[in-house]
């Protein structure tokens, strides 16, 4: 833990008035609400090195293409413009654009401030994209060496609301939010010989113990005796061994049961269908999902949650040996169904399988989402900042779409359809293979299928699946995807107001009081 990055992220409603030459202080938000802020509100900052004169002259220089920004006082204090607009595919928020300009711009020293300016809408947006800037795993010895605790202080000035401020509960969700964020990146960034399976159960145990909530586990040899052929096969070669655990959280009163599933490959080699030495690198990143759940079930339940909320995470290395799993071998999975293997390298379909049966037959739950880096295919389809999102539910795809807009971890939709799809799936000697026919008949859609096929595609609850190959990180870096994204988009199970109004059935985004009350009747999202 001593050579982790040491930066303490802080959200404050009014952090006190300080020069830049103590506090370096970088000021964001689109130009237009940046001009709505008054003097009186920003002075404390600034003063006496930075004049109204200089404030004013800089906002008039500002002009952001797509963002731009104007030092105000040497390299002490700096703001910062945003777009103007965005396309109906992005966060109005700008979230991507702030993590960049909070990257780029953000001042030096140990003692920093951020203030974003925005509407409240885009409050909880903002503040998981400024978290994603302020990774915590380093192993580099220089940051070891260095023992004092760097702070950042985030403080939002809201436009269209009087006095600007946020309450204490606000903060605490943000802060949160914040912490699951960053702990699905330190996760994510950690290499599989400090992250492998046994140390991704200390993560959940940890997490279990903050919580008051004892996690099942069910691993190794019991796996294969309880008929988990998918999470058993995949991770039985690896030195540590493949396990099921679930974090269950079941308040009095809750009136449906929830379940995420997370694929936690702690490292793919590809198994026998062995990767190439230019495409292993990054595979430590193969838990995103299950990293991304685990931060998000810890900010959600902090927050108070309405519902029976179930986290399962699917845990295996992929690794090569012995007892490896070889193509042509037929597994039997959790379902009862039976898989032959023609690609050991699709291998988070068969842990994810087992973990959404699992979740419908022994949790019963109402609501499936299973949340995985699957596909190098979903780069193509959807890009580097938008998850693609399947499901069986018209209105919980354009429920994820809404989601990802209010809270920054963008989606998009795949195709949904299994009758022209599955067949590439199919064996003579099983009930199915693991990997298609023909590499280029919508790759990412047909291995979302995959794992539906498990629970059955006339099965009547509501199958969410995400895969976030490509938003997992940026660059070298893990981004804590995933997180916001969940607990938007199951907000309105939340005690929390925040939480109430980004979710997609939250406060009125653009749509009128009667349709919400439509689709509340039709979709009872949750």
Known sequence: MAKMANVVLEFQAFPGDSEPQTRPVLIIGQQSNLQQVSWSQIKGKLQPAVSTEVWQAALGALNPNPTDSCPLYLNHAVVAALPPHVSRHNSPSSAHFVSRVVRSCLPGGSKRCIVMVCKHSDVFASACAIARTFPIFSRRSASSRRAEK???TVEFVIVDRDGGRLDPAELECLSNAADGVRLAA???????????TDHFLDEIKAVGTELGITPVIIRGEELKQKGFGGIYGVGKAAEHLPALAVLSHTPDGATQTIAWVGKGIVYDTGGLSIKGK???????????????????????????????????????????????TRPDDIHTMYS???????????????????GVVYASKDLSADIILDMATLTGAQGISTGKYHAAVMTNS?????????????????AHPLV?????HFSEFTSAVADMKNSVADRENAQSSCAGL????????????????VDIASPVHAGERATGFGVA???????????DSMLNDVSPLGAATSISEDKMERDCKRRRLV
């Open 394 to 410: 018209e209105q919980w795809e354009a429920a994820c779409v809404r989601a990802g807009r209010s809270s920054g971890d963008l």
């Open 278 to 324: 230019t495409s292993m690198p990054g595979m430590k990143r193969d838990c995103g999902g299950a990293a991304a759940i685990l931060g998000a079930f810890k900010a959600t339940v902090k927050q108070g949650f309405k519902d029976n909320l179930h986290a399962v995470f699917c845990l295996a290395e992929n690794a090569v040996g012995p007892a490896a």
């Open 450 to 465: 995959f794992i539906g096929s498990h629970l059955g595609f006339d099965w009547s609850g509501v199958w969410v699946h």
């Open 336 to 354: 009862g169904k039976t898989v032959e293997i023609n690609n050991t390298d699709a291998e988070g379909r068969l842990v994810l399988a087992d």
């Open 416 to 420: 949904y359809c299994p009758e022209l």
């Open 485 to 495: 994204l969940l607990m938007a988009l199951f907000g309105q199970a939340s005690d």
């Open 150 to 152: 760097k702070h950042v």
């Open 186 to 196: 330190r996760i994510v960034d950690t290499p599989c010989n400090e992250m492998n």
